[in-house]
């Protein structure tokens, strides 16, 4: 498609926008700290949708979608300090306050953040490009998470409500909160990505600091009164500004117990370093991904094709779990090119509320320099694109390109490119493949995609030790959100899922005492008297 034919996608103006999906600028002067609405009357950032509009000149612009507050490392600390004070060394009333009842404030949360879905998904489109079905879906995926993690919160607490007698000693073993946690969530998916971590951490007990992404930060805005009216003050407290101000002098405090990243592996380095006893803090993080697809003779193209359009080009290919790197072997590689090629050019491309559509504008200002710089890199080792209209530009939209042969050598054969680019490679022995995953700094996921059970299973025992998730005839994905979704090498540290996020933002603790008829009684009486929220055999419903 031709550039001056992608650009003519863009609203010609506001009134070509649809009622329903048109957003008034949200100028957010306020954010949520130690329970309060803070005003605020300092430096603020502008958001600019990558949704453009034609000015006087024809020139394409994005469109201003409101502002937020830009703290610094004063806020920041005080923010910090409420963080602090509310867990209070795992005497204050979150810590100490019992499951139900943490499940009840929870419950309540959801109720009000129900109340904001349609300027939610609005938000979503808006901020960060994402078509109206997936910001829908994002939505109503996050509720669906949030239920999900209270009813296996109530599995694991209804099992370790019971006592042990073992060896002569009497225990009840039950999972603590850890402490103040840093969640720092992603702009591609700002609301999900950021409450699955968010969530389990709150529901253990922890106190909070949220740094709301650069993308996708006004989208937080509506809920954080739901925040402050739902958990006791200075357990959830928002974090504005510029990560790089805000984020140092906290890490640097020594105050964070856990610090749970969405993002690079150079960012997580970086703030870790800064903590002053690496030891005290626990890290659990999702970071960057090179996920490949292995494309076998005897595979079905047309479950390959199928899989790997949607692997690999979902939300512009803006996922950790999008396919980034297509390895396809020599003697089929035409073949599949041949069928994978006009489909990527087929994609729908649009503005986010037009039916239907699959490609939409990237928010990043400079990522469609980004992606051109790239291709040419690649073309000027002896790869083309080979799509029709593959890498065409206008403003933020950028026609997805699929580019071949790469190799090594070219960026697009190890940089993780986070966006609409396909990169193919030929190959002649599995043993290449192999010997690819071995040496990439990532470690998440690969697909395989073929027929033959022995050429599979010989891929799939070394595949599981050099990647955490090896998908067979399927894209890789994260979900469903029960499976555990981690990474090995640079990919990640730590376990997200519904059961294992809830564990690992909490640590297993244990009241013990020797089995004697004394003994015996002073349990019976904490129990009975429901003296204690930790020794409790209650069982929740």
């Known amino acids: ?72 490392p004063a806020e920041a ?101 850890l402490g103040v946690v840093l969640a720092m969530g992603p702009f591609n998916y700002p609301l999900n990505e950021t ?26 805005y509506p809920m954080l009164e739901a925040f402050r009216t739902s958990f006791p003050k200075g357990v959830v407290n928002s974090l504005y500004g510029r990560g790089a101000d805000v984020v140092p002098p906290v890490m640097q405090s020594g105050k964070v117990n856990v610090l749970t990243l969405i993002g690079s592996s150079r960012v997580a ?54 396919i980034k790197i297509i390895w396809a072997h020599r003697s089929i590689v035409d073949e599949f090119l041949r069928r994978f090629a006009p489909e990527v050019s087929k994609l729908k491309a649009g503005m986010p509320w ?25 073309e000027a080792g002896g790869a083309s694109v080979v799509n029709e209209g593959g890498g065409d530009v206008a403003a933020s939209l950028f026609r997805p390109a699929v580019v071949f042969p790469v190799r090594e050598g070219m960026r697009l054969y190890r940089e993780e490119q986070f966006g609409p680019i396909v990169p193919v490679v030929p190959y002649d022995d599995e043993e290449e493949f192999i010997q690819y995953l071995i040496t990439d700094d990532h470690g998440m996921q690969a697909s395989i995609f073929g027929t ?35 990474g090995r090498k640079d990919s990640a540290e730590g376990t997200l899922s519904v059961e294992d996020a809830l564990r690992s933002f909490s640590i297993r603790s244990a009241v013990a005492t020797k089995d004697t008829s004394e003994n015996k009684a002073i349990l019976n009486e904490i129990v009975s008297e429901h003296k204690s929220e930790f020794l409790s055999t209650n069982f929740i419903f």
């Not at 009134?15 to 999906?21: D, F, K, R, S, T």
């Not at 949200?26 to 600019?48: C, F, T």
Request: aromatic share 6%; proline share 6%.
């Open 452 to 486: 033959d059970t022995d050429a599979i299973a010989r891929l799939i025992d070394p595949l599981v030790n050099l990647v955490s998730r090896v998908n067979i005839n399927a894209q890789c994905q994260r979900g469903p959100d029960t499976f555990p979704f981690t």
């Open 269 to 322: 380095d970086e703030l870790q370093r800064h903590h002053p006893k690496l030891n005290r803090l626990r890290s659990i993080m999702s970071l960057d991904a090179k996920n490949t697809a292995i494309i076998l003779p005897d595979a079905d193209l047309d479950v390959a094709v199928k899989e790997c359009l949607l692997g690999s080009l979902s939300f512009n290919g803006q996922r950790c779990t999008a």
């Open 77 to 177: 600390l005080e923010a910090l300090d409420a963080a602090v004070a509310a867990y209070d060394n795992g005497r204050g009333e979150w810590p100490q306050m019992s499951v139900a009842g943490r499940i009840q404030c929870m419950e309540t949360f959801v109720g009000k953040m129900l109340e904001q879905r349609k300027l939610s998904i609005n938000l979503i489109m808006w901020e960060i490009g994402k078509n109206l079905a997936d910001a829908t879906k994002e939505f109503d995926r996050t509720v669906k998470y949030i239920y999900d993690t209270i009813d296996t919160l109530k599995n694991m607490d209804r099992t370790s409500s019971r006592f042990r007698i073992e060896e002569g000693i009497i225990g009840q073993i039950r999972r603590s909160p």
């Open 354 to 378: 037009d039916a239907g559509t699959q490609i939409t504008p990237l928010p990043e200002p400079a990522k469609t320099q980004y992606l051109a710089d790239i291709i040419a890199d690649a």
């Open 1 to 72: 498609m031709p550039s001056q034919l992608l650009a003519s996608l863009f609203p010609a103006n506001e009134n070509a926008i649809p009622g329903e999906y048109r957003i008034d600028p949200i100028h957010q002067r306020e954010y949520l700290l130690n329970g309060e609405m803070r005003p605020w009357a300092g430096r603020v950032s502008e958001v600019y949708s990558p949704v453009c509009l034609p000015d006087s000149d024809g020139t394409l612009q994005r469109q201003l979608v409101g502002s937020f507050p830009v703290t610094g």
């Open 195 to 220: 409450y699955t971590t968010l969530i389990p951490a709150i529901l253990m007990g922890n106190t909070i600091l949220f740094k709301t992404p650069k993308h996708g930060s006004l989208l937080h």
